[in-house]
């Protein structure tokens, strides 16, 4: 409530007079601080997104809903408001990125969000045959005997389709299996033996779409920020957001058996308390989550 209470009364009169006084002092403006102030990453582009939401100025507030190809024209324009001289080249630059990073963030999730729009319908091929390479990645030496099989029980699917499995995903929950199984076949065939454990078990592409879920919710709620600031430059791509779910699985299996529930039946309980150990990671500006990093000796 307190914390609420002092937001609201520092938008509303302190933050203009703090803005003033130190643009006395200074001889700058806030944006000019925070570009020539920060290292690239997350620090700043949130530090950059905050100040133009909170002005006054529609010029500065429409800036975050740019879109990648009005950048530029945007930089000039804020520049030409904000009074600053165009052969500011650090200050352009900067303000460049940054807004590529914030227009991009935006981009990225109408993009995992139109993904996870799609049904899974088994009379459209190219679904089918991701479905198959799922399959032929996790299992090489078992042949699939049916399109509709009890087999697909064994890398942790409910019943005899799997099609209905990815009601609340869409497609993006067999894309985000695939790519894993793809990029780090290794651990994806580890993790799938490890998950047939006989008291530690769980169902492998069950947990693989919650995960989906997870990542999708993170990125919706703006959680994913920092990480993808931190760790794109520019335009955040869906390869990033794959990355991101790479990471949730290998975490994900490794906190499992470290917390060693009682039985599958706790699920929702220890995902919970997963969600909330990311989110808490996530809220460290120098973020990066990555399969890569975690695995770093």
């Known amino acids: 409530m307190w914390g609420r209470l002092w937001g609201f009364l520092y938008n509303k009169y302190f933050r203009f007079w703090l803005k003033w006084v130190l643009r006395l002092l200074t001889g700058k403006c806030e944006l000019q601080r925070v570009l020539g102030g920060a290292a690239a990453g997350a620090r700043r582009t949130l530090s950059v997104e905050h100040s133009l939401e909170s002005s006054k100025n529609k010029v500065l507030r429409n800036a975050v809903h740019v879109e990648e190809a009005e950048v530029e024209k945007c930089v000039r324009d804020v520049m030409k408001e904000k009074r600053i001289e165009q052969r500011d080249t650090g200050f352009k630059a900067n303000l460049h990125i940054s807004l590529l990073q914030i227009s991009g963030y935006k981009k990225l999730y109408l993009n995992v969000e139109n993904l996870r729009k799609v049904p899974y319908d088994s009379e459209n091929e190219e679904h089918e045959e991701q479905l198959i390479e799922l399959w032929n990645l996790l299992m090489p030496h078992e042949n699939l005997k049916a399109r509709i099989s009890k087999q697909w029980c064994d890398i942790g699917f409910q019943g005899d389709d799997p099609k209905t499995d990815f009601r609340g995903m869409g497609l993006l929950g067999l894309v985000n299996l695939v790519y894993f199984s793809k990029h780090y076949t290794n651990e994806a065939r580890q993790i799938l033996s ?104």
Request: glycine share 4%; net charge neutral.
């Open 194 to 297: 490890r998950s047939n454990h006989p008291k530690l078990g769980y169902s492998y592409a069950i947990v693989g779409i919650n995960l989906t879920e997870m990542a999708y919710s993170l990125l919706k709620n703006g959680a994913l920020k920092s990480h993808l600031y931190n760790m794109v430059a520019g335009l955040p791509q869906m390869e990033h957001f794959h990355q991101f779910y790479c990471y949730l699985v290998y975490e994900f299996d490794k906190f499992w058996f470290e917390e060693e529930p009682e039985s599958i039946m706790h699920f929702n309980q220890y995902r919970e308390k997963f969600h909330e150990k990311v989110k808490g990671l996530l809220l460290d500006c120098n973020v990066i989550l990555t399969l890569q990093n975690t695995k770093k000796p």
